[in-house]
Nanobody, 124 residues
């Protein structure tokens, strides 16, 4: 069992930055790849970014490439999502999720454990 807690969300103006954190407890965090997803009101949950267990590979959704960066600190049991050049369309609840698998990172069905989410609101 892995417990995930997101933090760092908030209200920011367009063009600003936020850094989200996903803190894990339970089983060894290094055994899990981690992804970030987001869900805006009235929309389906969408893939944002993912990072492999070692941190050696990262993946991004097309809408955030070049603006968001995912990283992890296994010693601190934490994954980060640095979000720069934020746009109003980035407004959503952001969730982190963990999977023991080594593939299928863009598919939310791949993930076994989910956090409760953190709200990000970008004003124009």
């Amino acid at each position: 069992q892995v417990q995930l807690v997101e933090s760092g969300g908030g209200l920011v103006q367009a063009g600003g930055s936020l850094r989200l954190s996903c803190a894990a407890s339970g089983r060894p965090f290094r055994s899990y790849a981690v992804g970030w997803f987001r869900q805006a009101p009235g929309k389906e949950r969408a893939f944002v970014a993912a990072i492999t267990r070692s941190g050696g590979s990262t993946y991004y959704g097309d809408s955030v490439k070049g603006r968001f960066s995912i990283s992890r600190d296994n010693a601190a049991n934490t994954v980060y999502l640095q979000m720069n050049s934020l746009k109003p369309e980035d407004t959503a609840v952001y969730y982190c999720a963990a999977t023991p698998l080594d593939y299928g990172f863009t598919n939310d069905q791949t993930y076994r454990y989910w956090g409760q989410g953190t709200q990000v609101t970008v004003s124009s």
